[in-house]
Every structure is written in C-alpha cells, then in structure tokens.
C-alpha cells in the first residue's frame, strides 16, 4: 500500500473512525500518540500508538465474510509476530458502546506503555514551582 493511498483513506474515515479518532487524537497528551490509516508491512492500519505497539481496527459488515475473516487473521498473525496487539471493533459497538470502546483501548494502552507523562498544562505544579 502507499502513501497516496494511505492520504486518500485519511480524508475518508467513516463515521464510526471518526468517532474514535476524536478521542484516540486528545490523548496524545496524555502520552498515547495515536496516528491514521498507517500504510505498514502493504496494509494499512485504521489506527496505531506506535509507543504502545497498539493496533486499534474499526470493523465493518465486509470483516464478517469468511474471505475477510482468514485475511484479518494472516494480518493480525502477522502483526503480533512484531510485537503488536490488535484490538476489533464492530461498528455497531463503538456506535452503541463507545465509552466502553475508549475505555479497553485506552486501559490496553496503559498496560502496554505504563510510562507515566507529566506533562505541564495537565499536571499541579512539583513542590517549589508555581
């Protein structure tokens, strides 16, 4: 996959990727730095925290059809042989459900990147500053 096709896919998230990268976008500052529709290894990746070696997918009705099925697990297989984990979503769940979407992806990414940030703006002032 290249980059141009990549760039097209970005201006071309569905509803429901929009609604994830609403959120998965704003925790950046919290030290999870999600990127879009990544081109990788002739895939491309709905979204990733690179950091966290997170791989985020929003599923449509097409993944259910036994041929999308076998290629998601050879991608997935794949994916894990390099460290990643993969996490699935259906549509309908982060349409009926996306608190508790945002709630598995960002637990899945705190487990797999512990490293606390501190990062001014967010954080109270050490002792002896402000």
């Not at 096709?5 to 071309?12: G, H, P, V």
């Not at 979204?47 to 290629?71: M, P, T, Y």
């Not at 991608?75 to 459900?97: P, V």
Request: glycine letters at 6%; one cysteine or more; a positive charge.
């Amino acid at each position: 996959m290249n980059i141009k096709f990549a760039r097209a896919m970005r201006k071309a998230l569905t509803p429901q990727e929009v609604k994830l990268w609403v959120h998965l976008r704003s925790w950046r500052a919290l030290g999870h730095h999600f990127r879009r529709q990544v081109p990788k290894d002739g895939y491309i990746l709905d979204f990733v925290c690179l950091k966290a070696r997170l791989i985020v997918e929003a599923d449509g009705g097409q993944h259910g059809f036994e041929k999308n099925v076998r290629s998601d697990a050879v991608r997935d297989e794949h994916f894990r042989q390099l460290g990643f984990e993969i996490l699935r979503f259906w549509n309908n769940e982060i349409d009926e459900n996306l608190d508790g979407v945002l709630e598995t992806i960002f637990s899945k990414a705190k487990e797999r990147d512990p490293t606390p940030v501190r990062i001014r703006a967010l954080d109270p002032p050490l002792a002896g500053e402000g």
